[in-house]
């Protein structure tokens, strides 16, 4: 009876843990029927777990509201997309729903236009502003508009949380082998330990992030001086090239690269410094790629690498968690997120896409400061869907200087558009021009 027992509790055990090792998203998807339906869509059977899960719930959502069955309504879309010669998802989720919802008998309401939804937001904010400022403050009432703005605004921020539900971008799982992209840390270096620093975390991108097509460089910027060369010059440039050709030799083949940017004279700063900053930097490394001209760069290893398609930039304290470059790849080659521009301004879709920024649990606890303001650490920041006001209402994000951008869309709409020594903050800019997106 005993060893009855022991068999038993063993089997049940043995069982647990090989169900524990099915996948039961794979067992779902080949018994679902909408799936069969969905899959014969070819971007569709492209997309990832969560992207299928956005289809499927919004058949859902259009079944509740039409009484129609979801079978009928995932036919009728299918139908649709095929003699229009269109990815799914635009009848869906994107321009061509409404037009979808009409042909199934659904009445929708027009959506509002980006300015009046512009006008509702500002108006709720000043009008209560005034109001107020005017009751307590009577003739002086200009004088307390702006600190009540203030409050307004995270009154109307959070009322707004709670009304508009923030999406998730749609991304795809496969990605074609032709997706070239770098990785890069443009930032400032005076030492040769710095230069390590940073090689030594572009290995640890690279080991974390492994796939085809993808390169990885420093963007070493040199510091303001008084004089054209300084002496830890040599230092730094030496260390770089080593460094990089130590990885290449160890990985056997050449991904990863070093450049490092001459002074010029800087006639409003009476100094000697990286043309444009940061923001030249970029610029001039995207127009490198675009067109081979080297520009300021004094050291470039770069030699021979296929045309690349988009650039992920990190600042020097930011890291490249696992697969999630993959994952800002497969973003920004969905259908639905890939940029149409009409003349020089991104219509619809996105040039450059930010991935939420998560804190870790030791940079958390670092300060007083950071524990109140950091969140919760640790969190990985690409498994959940949070609001952004600006984002949710008017389908933009604000750009902060880490993601992901179009490189031939960059240099389009970005080259010569930004007067020299005018902006030293640019990374709002750039989101603005390339329609920025978090997520």
Not at 289 to 294: A, G, P
Request: net charge neutral.
């Amino acid at each position: 009876d005993m060893a009855l027992r022991r068999v038993s509790i063993s089997n049940s055990i043995t069982s647990i843990k090989n169900i524990l090792r099915y996948h039961w998203s794979d067992i779902f998807e080949k018994i679902n029927g909408i799936e069969k339906i969905l899959g014969k869509d070819e971007w569709y059977a492209k997309s990832d777990y969560d992207t299928k899960g956005l289809y499927r719930n919004e058949i859902q959502k259009i079944a509740k509201k039409s009484k129609l069955s979801e079978t009928y309504i995932a036919e009728k879309a299918m139908e649709i997309s095929q003699i229009q010669e269109k990815h799914i998802g635009e009848f869906l989720l994107g321009d061509s729903k409404e037009e979808f919802m009409n042909s199934l008998g659904i009445k929708t309401r027009k959506n509002k236009t980006t300015n009046q939804k512009l006008f509702f937001y500002l108006f709720f904010i000043y009008l209560p502003s005034l109001l107020v400022s005017i009751i307590i403050l009577k003739q002086y009432f200009l004088i307390g508009i702006i600190p009540l703005s203030e409050i307004f605004v995270l009154i109307i921020n959070k009322i707004l949380s709670k009304i508009k539900k923030p999406n998730i971008l749609p991304r795809l799982e496969n990605i074609s082998n032709d997706v070239n992209t770098f990785v890069i840390i443009p930032t400032l270096v005076r030492n040769k330990e710095k230069v390590k620093e940073m090689i030594d975390n572009l290995e640890v991108f690279y080991l974390s992030n492994k796939m085809d097509n993808l390169y990885l460089a420093f963007l070493g910027d040199c510091s303001e001086e008084d004089k054209e060369y300084m002496e830890f010059d040599d230092e730094v440039i030496e260390t770089g090239k080593k460094e990089v050709e130590m990885l290449n030799k160890k990985y056997g083949k050449e991904i990863f690269f070093f450049l490092y940017r001459q002074r010029k004279y800087n006639s409003s700063q009476k100094k000697y410094l990286g043309y444009e900053r940061k923001r030249g930097m970029i610029t001039e490394f995207v127009h490198f790629l675009v067109s081979r001209e080297k520009g300021s760069f004094i050291v470039n290893t770069i030699q021979d690498i296929p045309e690349i398609k988009y650039i992920i930039t990190l600042d020097s304290d930011t890291i490249l968690p696992i697969d999630s470059a993959k994952k800002l790849i497969g973003t920004m080659e969905h259908p639905l997120n890939r940029p149409k521009v009409e003349g020089k301004i991104v219509t619809k879709g996105y040039g450059l896409i930010q991935p939420k920024v998560g804190i870790t649990m030791e940079a958390a606890t670092k300060s007083i400061f950071a524990k109140l303001f950091a969140g919760d650490g640790g969190i990985d920041a690409y498994s959940t869907a949070e609001s952004n006001v600006y984002q949710d209402l008017f389908g933009e994000g604000i750009f902060t200087g880490k993601g992901i951008f179009h490189v031939q869309l960059f240099e389009e709409l970005l080259k010569n558009e930004i007067p020299d020594n005018t902006v030293l903050s640019h990374d709002l800019l750039e989101g603005s021009y390339l329609r920025c997106r978090i997520g």
